[in-house]
C-alpha cells in the first residue's frame, strides 16, 4: 500500500493525525520559505541581559540623542538598544571596540599603502 492510498480515518483520541495534535504539531514547527526545511520558531531565541551600571545611569539613544531613560530598553523612534551616557571611567580596561577597530584600522592603513605609491 503507497502513502496516497493510506487513509486517515482514526476513531481514537488526540494522536498525530488528529486536528488537536495538528494544531501543536503547526504551532511548535513552521517551514522556512526560502530553504523549505522545517524549524522551530521558539528555539534560538536572542536573550540579553544588559549589564550592571552604577546607580542613576541614564540610558540614550544613539541615533537620538533626545531620547533618555532611567534604564536599558529600546529607542520609541527606531528601536535601536539605548547605550549608556556618559565618558568610561577607564578602570575597566581598554575597550575592545577601540581595540579591534584600532587594529583593523592599521591593517587597512598598510595593505593600502602601496595603492598611493
Not at 18 to 27: I, R
Not at 46 to 67: L, V
Not at 81 to 92: H, I, K, N, Q, S
Amino acid at each position: 500500500m503507497t502513502h496516497s492510498d493510506h487513509n486517515h480515518h482514526h476513531s481514537h483520541g488526540a494522536s498525530c493525525c488528529s486536528a488537536k495534535g495538528a494544531a501543536s504539531a503547526a504551532e511548535a514547527v513552521i517551514r522556512d520559505p526560502v530553504c523549505g526545511m522545517t524549524v522551530d520558531p521558539a528555539a534560538g531565541k536572542p536573550t540579553a541581559e544588559p549589564q550592571p551600571m552604577p546607580k542613576g545611569t541614564q540610558y540614550t539613544c544613539p541615533m537620538h540623542p533626545e531620547i533618555i531613560r532611567d534604564k536599558p530598553g529600546s529607542c520609541p523612534i527606531c528601536g535601536m538598544a539605548l547605550e549608556p551616557m556618559g565618558v568610561p571611567t577607564g578602570d575597566e580596561g581598554p575597550n575592545p571596540e577601540l581595540v579591534d577597530f584600532t587594529r583593523r584600522f592599521w591593517v587597512s592603513a598598510a595593505l593600502s599603502a602601496p595603492l598611493l605609491i
